[in-house]
């Protein structure tokens, strides 16, 4: 095929020109736009083939980003990663396109057979059967070097200046489309990330106003006093979840909501590692944090099948006052985890709080200071002083003094400062009417109204104040009941003298001396030292004996004189024979050298038997 004349009207390459930029500017898909050029420089200037190749990222070798008349396989097979190398080894893997690339200068072929320096092409021209091409560069003034235009001739030929100059012209557009493409996509990209930013700055923007409308009810809710019950019922309301304040010791201050309320971990949650862990950040930070616990209460429950509680999961915020952990908010079961601005909002809320708790703390130091005063006068020697008086102001913290109440006696070894015993105390008890608590002598004094179940409570209360205060050893003696105003100093020193006596032996324990009948006026009275000796020498010889022959004898004189000195009835308590009764306690006569028919043993031998019970020694 001969050399084709100029373009036969400048109208044919002005459409040309036209379309392609009209194709640019419709934002077209570049492989589409530069496919268009390749039409264009066959229809044009008259070649059978055209491509348009790009070079990739790294600039190691072209691929064909558009054509026009090529097959499938031969781009396939010019875009293959080792084919057109931009820098190759030597001659043998060199193409006129790589030279035309690295040179910046328009390359032509005009037999291929003949280019012996380009070794690429007797592997390639075969494949597509053209023998002579023409390479271009693409110039763009801000990127440089893109690519190149390569157009095929399949015969053999000379390539005249006007057609090297009209295939530079239509290398010019191709490198415009891709600096227009390159544009275009940055634009976009700008776009898209101004985009973006606008919509993080508008959800941002949301965020705060939801922030801020929380913050101005809060501060509504503060004004309105609605107190701690009103703040948690708002929280949780705002969260949709369950919120509890509790105190220090566990106790529920305020919860919400009033149905379908979730409570937080129990104590037997506490205990486990996560949730204790999770505690005792509280200590060292301030700030919301999550408690990851499972509901079934089953260790590793998640890995044999069974559900896992915490769908929604639980969190809690340190209430802090005077830099002290006050309290807790527990937040269970929410809509969804809280966002930060969320835990900040859960955060505002433990301040107020914090407020609330320091306000209940003010009145329980005030309840504390009255129980304290009020207990002085109550146990005052000789009786109170205004016996109305002192009515009044127990009733005015939920007492009737003319109705039982049960003295009890706590003792702390070693004496010392107990600041918030009294508040320790009233959350173990866990009763809707609290004991009156305070100090007396060396001494705390618990008044409780009487009734079912008061030994679990007092046990509960030791249990809580051996737990709050791991360093000292607590014993609580159980008094008589106090039926009148009259009888709580004498119950008081019941109780105190039981404390004492069982402070010289082995102190700690829960002691009850509320039937002793006589032998509670020798408790009132009686030195302790005194008592403990008095025992141990009339009951001495009858342990010796149980511990060296393993016997009976002590079992059954407590078994005899509870059944009021009945052989037959003591026989039948420990399932024996009389005789076996009868023979016990002549072995008691003898080793005492007593008379168990006379009174006054048998008291003294009741009284014997209650020390030991109190001082809990083994061999008296």
Known sequence: MGSPEAPSTLRSWMSAVGEIARAVNAAEPLDGVLARVAEQACALIGFEYCAVMLAEPGEEHLRVAGSWGLSRDYVALVSDTGSLLIHPAGP???????????????????????????????????????????????????AGTLGVVVAYSVAAREFGAPEVELVELLADQAALA????????????????????????????????????QHRALMRLVLDEVGL???????????????????????????????????????????????????????????????????????GASAVGHPVGRAHGVWVAPVVVGGELAARLWVTNPRAAPAPVERRVIERFALVVALEVLKHQHLVDVEERLSGDLIGDLLHPGGPQHPQGVLDRAAALGHDLDRPHVVAVLALDPPGPTPRLAEVVRAAARQATPPLVGPHEDVHVLLFPDGPGLDDVLRGVLAQVELALPERTATIAIGPVADGLADHGSAYRVARGAVRLRRTARPGGLVDVRDLGLAAFLLEEGAPDTLRRFARNLLRPVVAHDGQRGGDLLPTLRAWLAAGCSTSATARALVVHPNTVGYRIASIEKLTGRSLRRSDTRLDLQLALTVRDIVQVEAP
Do not use: M
């Open 229 to 299: 019950a009103g703040l948690v019922a708002a929280l949780a309301d705002t969260l949709g979840a369950s919120v509890t304040v509790e105190d220090r010791h566990s106790r529920v201050l305020a919860r919400a909501p009033a149905t379908g309320y979730r409570a937080p971990p129990d104590e037997a949650a506490r205990r486990r590692r996560p949730v204790r862990a999770a505690l005792d950040t509280l200590a060292r930070h301030n700030e919301v944090v999550e408690v990851r616990f499972d509901r079934s209460g089953r260790p």
């Open 92 to 142: 043998n893997l060199d193409s006129p396109a790589a030279e035309a690339y690295r040179a910046g200068r328009t390359v032509a072929v005009s037999d291929v057979g003949n280019a012996v320096r380009y070794g690429r092409l007797r592997h390639l021209a075969p494949k597509q059967g053209y023998r002579a091409l023409i390479a271009a560069p693409l110039h763009a003034p801000a």
């Open 178 to 213: 891709c600096e227009a493409a390159r544009l275009r996509n940055d634009q976009q990209n700008v776009i898209t990330e101004l985009s973006r930013t606008n919509a993080e700055l508008q959800r941002s923007r949301a965020v705060t106003d939801w922030a801020e409308r």
